[in-house]
């Protein structure tokens, strides 16, 4: 399948091809397993939820998990996160959306394919009207991975919190319309939210990152009708993991 370049005046053919691409689970794995003896991220759940986690993760049924964003490093810790956690199950079947600046080097695009990421073209980086077609052709993608049997992770802040790592930045509406247009086709997602600490400076030290605590939230079964409701609550149940995860560094 040809590898169409990942810039935003070429965005059809870069979502057809993500439509299909599948990374090579076998590497995957291994990469993780690699990232999880580097990073050593303690793993905490609510009361309850690594059951629940497990249980859902064998129902088959499509998960949304919602992580909170403080640095460049996250997905390298939450890839070593679930290498640690019932999530090991489901690497190399869980995309991650990536901003399509991660795309641009060979070498880099290389790991992020094998991570599984597909890319996303920001407004804040292209422009609102630049990238609303991208957009829309985007979240149709991720609501067909999702119906095929894919898991989706996502930092819904859409950029790293350099305010306050203890504060959930504003949660556009994207996820929300994911999850909807996921339901039209018959495969409505479950939603789990997973928040990191990395300690409770902006800038943590290398040793901080290493030894970030991740807080599974219980899985949300059942999401509100409406994009900009599901978003409200994927707000408050990431707000409840951040507290959890800063509570528990």
Known sequence: MHSPEVLLEDSDAVYDYYLRHQQNRWKALASYAVLARRFRPRVSFAEGAKQQLKALLRSGRPVIYAINHLSTSDPYTVAATAWRSPLRTKIGRVRVLAKDELFLD???????DMMGGIPVFRGKDHGIRAVNAAGQRMMDVCAQRLAAGDHLAIFPEGTCNDADPTKVQAVGSGIG??????????????????????GPHLEPTAEQVRSALFHF???????????????????????????AAVAGY
């Open 106 to 112: 060979v070498e880099q695009r290389r790991k992020v």
């Open 177 to 198: 319309h994911i999850a909807f247009r996921a339901a039209k086709l018959d495969a409505p997602p479950a939603l789990v939210a997973l928040a990191m600490s990395y």
């Open 217 to 243: 939230r219980a899985p949300v079964l059942e999401l509100p009708q409406r994009p900009g409701d599901i978003a409200r609550l994927v707000k408050e149940e990431l707000q409840l993991a951040v507290d």
